[in-house]
């Protein structure tokens, strides 16, 4: 009866870290990929700042632009905010314009939508990997998978989809701006009547912020994504292998109320019957072993201490693999938002 219920308990903890991890992966996955999907298929221009729309209390920037047809064109930005800043009236500012609507643009040198998307795309990669290494993979697991796998080709099948409609450069020429130009202002004329914040309420303090947050973030996982390299590389190509068996659970205290994390230890003997034993680096509520279990160890026999349970090949690479990569995307974002330069202050 306890068997039944503790596995009824890890299966649906699992469950719930899986839709956790398909909704993270979903919404992280929407924003960077839209982000992504600007800069690749959009159009580079430099646009002019001819005015803002109000909009509730934001204000949304209008770039007057030379369309590939040689016209010249309006768009307004999809993005907007209640300060001045990025607004100065007849600032060049380079932008994104859709390629499917010529009136539609954002400002190429704004990252902040790929870094959210970023983060949540990683939280649903952590989620996801608890829920496949912590818990004992079952049927459920094997559905879920499937589930997001027809969720991810129906996404990329409207992703390819939509590449083929863009604008030639003759339907370009035949669109006619839907911006009414009576509502079209300066920002300075509304930051004077209104009191809007000025350019310094949104100086380079965030993108530099945002460029050492991101730098700290891609050392430090890449250090760690190397360590975790040498460590999987040395026990792969030079450890030995052995049977081990669940002696103990360590239990961990949980942040808040996540509750405690129980840490399998293992005991196992080496080629020269040394008897060792070694607490294993991934633990979970409930625990995915039972005392008496028996597992597969690798270890080295220079260093037997330095063991890991042997999940196989692809999982033992699957954290090194993650924070490399993590890394590598922290760093470029890193890299395009330092390349920021915002625009010069109103009435500086």
């Known amino acids: 009866m306890f068997n039944f219920v503790g596995s ?5 903890n699992q469950v719930g ?3 956790g991890a398909l909704i993270c ?13 600007w800069r690749l298929h959009a159009l580079r221009v430099t646009g002019t700042v001819v005015g803002v729309l109000a909009q509730g209390n934001a204000y949304f920037p209008v770039y007057r632009y030379i369309g590939p047809d040689g016209g010249s064109h309006d768009a307004k930005s999809n993005t907007g905010s209640n300060t001045a800043s990025g607004k100065s009236t007849g600032s060049a500012v380079p932008i994104l314009v859709s390629a499917h609507d010529p009136g539609e ?3 190429s040198n704004n990252h902040l939508l790929g870094v959210i998307g970023f983060v949540v795309l990683v939280l649903g990669l952590w989620l996801g990997y608890v829920a496949a290494t912590a818990f004992p993979v079952t049927p459920m697991t094997w559905i879920v998978g499937a589930g997001f796998m027809i ?6 099948y409207r992703i390819i989809k939509s590449l083929q409609t863009r604008l030639s450069h003759e339907q370009w020429g035949q669109h006619y701006s839907t911006i009414d130009p009576t509502k079209v202002q300066p920002v300075e004329t ?3 009547n209104a009191g809007l914040p000025s350019q310094r309420s949104k100086s380079a303090v965030t993108p530099k912020f945002l460029v050492r947050l991101l730098a700290i973030l891609a050392i430090g996982l890449t250090a760690a994504g190397f360590y975790k ?7 792969e190509t030079l450890g030995m292998s052995a049977e081990g068996e669940i002696v103990r659970l360590v239990e961990s205290s949980g942040t808040g109320n996540s509750g405690p994390s129980y840490y399998p230890v293992v005991k196992f003997t080496t080629a020269d019957n040394k008897a060792l034993e070694f607490r294993d680096e991934v633990g979970s509520n409930p625990p995915t072993h039972r005392i008496g279990d028996k597992v597969r160890v690798l270890y080295l026999a220079t260093n037997p ?6 999940r196989g090949l692809l999982m033992n690479w699957a954290i090194p693999a993650i924070l490399l990569v993590t890394a590598a995307i922290a760093a470029w974002f890193a890299i395009k938002i330092s390349r920021y330069r915002p625009a010069l202050a109103v009435g500086r």
């Open 229 to 235: 390299v040498l460590t999987v590389y040395r026990l």
């Open 190 to 192: 509304i930051a004077a």
């Open 17 to 19: 870290l899986f839709a």
């Open 151 to 156: 969720y991810a080709g129906e996404r990329l």
């Open 305 to 310: 201490r330095e063991s890991i349970i042997d």
């Open 8 to 12: 009824a308990i890890s299966a649906y």
């Open 25 to 37: 992966l979903g919404i992280g996955g929407l924003i960077l990929g839209n982000s992504l999907y």
């Open 105 to 107: 643009a954002r400002e």
